[in-house]
Nanobody
Framework: VQLQAFGGGLVQPGGSLRLSCAAS????????MGWYRQAPGKQRELVAT???????NYADSVKGRFTISRDNAKNSVNLQMNSLNPEDTAVYYC?????????WGQGTQVTVSS
């Protein structure tokens, strides 16, 4: 398994969740890491990315609420999600990409509901 995601679950509106994605060292050190999500009936969309030098990019819908970070000691990328709302409900996918390769992790379900 190249990428393995953890941390999904059920949370109430306004709550928080933290997703983590463990990668192999060779992937983590050479790829832009990111999170995407896909809600039922919708296309997969970008949530956030982080470069090897930790430059971040966020979808407008999550700016100010989500934070992506890299843990170089653990070869992992984390997504801290705060102030969650029902529109954040989706399957979240970890992603690693470079000019020559793209990797996807298995999805993890995030459900925001009261």
């Amino acid at each position: 398994v190249q990428l393995q995601a953890f941390g999904g679950g059920l949370v109430q509106p306004g709550g928080s969740l933290r997703l983590s994605c463990a990668a192999s060292r060779s992937i983590f050190s050479r790829h832009i890491m990111g999170w995407y999500r896909q809600a039922p009936g919708k296309q997969r969309e970008l949530v956030a990315t982080i470069t090897i030098s930790s430059i971040t990019n966020y979808a407008d819908s999550v700016k100010g609420r989500f934070t992506i970070s890299r843990d170089n000691a653990k070869n992992s990328v984390n997504l801290q999600m705060n102030s969650l709302n029902p529109e954040d409900t989706a399957v979240y996918y970890c992603n690693a990409r470079s000019f020559v390769a793209v990797y996807w992790g298995q999805g993890t379900q995030v459900t925001v509901s009261s």
